[in-house]
């Protein structure tokens, strides 16, 4: 499975002296103490308990913290029951802060809307009796196609009040990803919208939900439709309704009824090593436990005076858990805001800042290095003194663009924390703590207090500090997934058979000489482009299914500002015009079968593929090819001329 040894990534990282301790003024106010290290060291299990019973409300305690029997099927908090809508607005009413701001929405075109716990509490109950006038019940699934507008979050909210398991398709995805992701979790009920505003324009949504429904999702009987931007759409009478029209007749009020702790929350799809996404399962009591827990201690959240502002689209987990579950649990004033860092300038995101006054801003190395190339002059023109905290997830963030983002947008003052974790982990795993941790620019740094991690050989032995090897969990966690949607032997194999009785991530880790973590990237076939998990197998699936292509590899090739870039090697079917355009058509083609984040930023037509004996393509070697380097070891190559070939050719590949 592994094509790479994690010690690949090991030469890019200096040797990183820099340290930046704990600022004492930040530390005396700080959430987070190292107390917490030594409460799980002493309980893991009872500090979990610990924590599930102080950041929410139940409404039956549980009475066993972890069942471990059934492994690696996890169940925590098992005969606990709570409501995760109710912990995540009504409570916050209940206890006397209904006035706070839970949203302060920012649309592209500059359109704003301010969002109480009051006002989202009543949103929400009103949603949850639309979803159930629509015949939609506990357990059920409901697909969510939404841009990042306040009604995606109250849609969330309402599948959980009344317990159907919610799947979030990211708007990005075309209309045949969300037709196979609608047949997986044979839902019942679709909500879109007319469309959404990107880079200054209106896009559609409601036409990718008509052609997935009309090509084969016919599990769903309603499609509810916001409407965002006004445009014409096509209607089918009977089957589709206006959210409006919807929310405007439904009662004012529902009573959120106790779900178990295990109640499924959502599914949502990422890519793995193999060609269908995989649907993977989180459940209520143990995932917003945790995602509650990091979100304060992570972010030092201050929910009184915060404001908090992750940039993610809640069609990835990070939209999960650090827009909506995480933040709302805690009773957080956050920022939404809809469209692209450049529109209409490339201050957009600093003036956000200074006109809502963040304090925490969570984003990714992607957007950093984007930052960094757009010139430090364009945030100078921004007040952003109200920074105090700033946040990165998605991939590695690079020693330099750590120092850019602390002195550029921190003020050389902010402390900057650096998070792990996964769609599968469901909340953050291993990152410092503000005000205890010691910072290193490039290091995710320690796991979190309750969370168990090693590094380990090839063998599966503990490696030494400063050795390359594969990160894995050694011990269950509450935001675990709980498996992958109807495939429970998928589950095992992918995650729990690499070592015995250890959670296989998936990434390559090395622990520094004073045992601190840093991340050397996948080591399997899977992609980070833009901080977004791409499969190498699904995109040369997509190629391959157009007429003119009869073998496709892809590599992600290292870049700049994105971290990977696609890039595809095509052989095509004999008698195919190759035409000057076969590049565009080709990128067309994986877009329409996947989505825009998936088209290939270098496609190259080649006669052959680097291929073994045993006819397995050699990705490592067109990596090389595409990322320019010499290229390594040809031994094993059935034709050792096909690589001279290929290299030549690369000046004339197709670029967008
Ligand atoms: O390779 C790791 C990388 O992103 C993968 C998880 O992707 P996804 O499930 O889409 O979730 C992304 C947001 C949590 C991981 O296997 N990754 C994520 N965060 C980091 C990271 N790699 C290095 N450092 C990080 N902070």
């Known amino acids: 499975m592994a094509t790479d040894t994690p010690a690949a990534g090991l030469s890019n990282l200096a040797q990183e002296d820099r340290r930046f301790p704990p600022d004492p003024a930040f530390a005396a106010q700080a959430v987070a103490s190292s107390a917490l290290y030594e409460q799980a060291r002493a309980d893991r299990l009872g500090f979990w308990a610990q924590q599930a019973r102080s950041l929410l409300d139940w409404s039956r305690d549980f ?39 839970a949203i ?8 704003t809307r301010t969002i109480t716990y009051a006002e989202l509490t009543a949103l929400v109950k009103k949603c949850a009796n639309v979803l159930l006038s629509l015949g939609v019940r506990k357990g059920d699934r409901v697909a969510i196609y939404l841009p990042m507008i306040p009604e995606a979050v ?84 009977g089957r589709d309704l206006w959210w409006h029209e919807a929310m405007e007749q439904a009662d004012d009020e529902h009573v959120a009824e106790p779900m178990d702790a295990e109640q499924p929350l959502f599914i949502l799809y990422t890519s793995g090593t193999t ?43 990070t939209g999960h858990s650090y827009v909506v579950y995480g933040p709302l649990a805690n009773g957080a004033t956050q920022v939404i805001y809809e469209g692209t860092p450049e529109t209409p300038h490339q201050g957009r995101w600093w003036e956000i800042v200074a006109k809502f006054g963040v304090t925490i801003l969570y984003t990714a190395p992607t957007a950093i290095r984007t930052f960094m190339k757009w010139g430090e002059q ?9 920074l105090r905290l700033l946040g990165s997830v998605g991939e590695s963030i690079n020693p330099e663009a750590w120092m850019w983002y602390r002195r550029v947008i921190g003020a050389d003052r902010t402390p900057i924390v650096d998070t792990w974790w996964q769609t599968e982990t469901g909340a953050i795993m291993v990152s410092p703590l503000p ?51 109807g495939d429970p032997d998928r589950y095992k194999e992918t995650y729990w058979s690499r070592f015995e009785h250890r959670y296989f991530a998936g990434d390559g880790a090395k622990r520094d000489e004073d045992g601190d973590i840093w991340l ?60 000057p355009d076969i590049g565009t058509e080709l990128r067309e083609h994986v877009a329409n079968q996947i989505g825009g984040i998936a088209k290939p930023r270098k496609i190259l037509v080649v006669a052959e593929l680097p291929k073994t004996r045993s006819g397995k393509i050699m990705r490592r070697l067109l990596r090389d090819v595409a990322e320019k380097r010499h290229i390594g070891d040809v031994t094993t190559l059935a034709d050792s001329s096909v690589m001279d070939l290929i290299a030549s050719g690369l000046d004339s590949a197709s670029q967008e």
């Open 154 to 237: 109250v849609a969330m909210l309402a599948c959980a009040r009344i317990g159907a398991a919610h799947s979030v398709v990211f708007g990005g995805f075309s209309a045949d990803a969300l037709r196979s992701r609608i047949q997986d979790a044979e839902a019942s009920l679709v909500i879109t919208s007319d469309g959404g505003y990107r880079r200054g324009k209106a896009t559609a949504l409601k036409p990718a939900v008509d052609t997935a429904l009309a090509s084969g999702a016919d599990t769903v009987s309603n499609v509810l439709v916001v409407r965002r931007t006004g445009q014409d759409v096509e209607w089918t009478p």
């Open 378 to 386: 364009i945030p100078a023109q921004h007040d952003l003194s109200s």
């Open 104 to 111: 302060h929405f920012e649309g592209e075109p500059g359109d």
């Open 435 to 485: 005000g205890v941790t010691t910072t290193k620019p490039g290091s995710a740094q320690v796991p979190l207090p309750g969370i168990s991690v090693d590094v380990l050989s090839d063998a599966g032995e503990p490696v030494p500090n400063e050795q390359a090897g594969y990160l894995v969990l050694t011990e269950p966690w509450p935001a675990m997934l709980r498996g992958i949607w």
């Open 275 to 317: 060609g269908n996404p995989k649907g993977i399962l989180h459940t209520s009591g143990g995932y917003l436990t945790q995602v509650a827990f990091t979100h304060r201690n992570v972010f030092d959240l201050h929910p009184q005076t915060d404001v908090y502002w992750c940039t993610a689209d809640v069609g990835w987990v």
């Open 63 to 101: 009475t066993t913290t972890l069942d471990w029997d059934d492994a690696p099927f996890a169940k925590w908090f098992e005969d606990g029951q709570l409501n995760v809508a109710y912990n995540c607005a009504d409570r916050h009413v209940a206890a006397g802060n209904g006035e706070r701001v």
């Open 520 to 579: 050397l990237g996948r080591v399997d076939d899977v992609m980070n482009v833009s901080g977004h998990r791409l499969s190498t197998i699904e995109i040369e699936s997509a190629l391959v299914s157009h007429p003119k292509v009869a073998e496709a590899a892809v590599v992600g090739a290292a870049d700049e500002t994105t971290g990977q870039a696609v890039c595809a090697f095509v052989i095509l079917r004999s008698g195919a015009q190759e035409g």
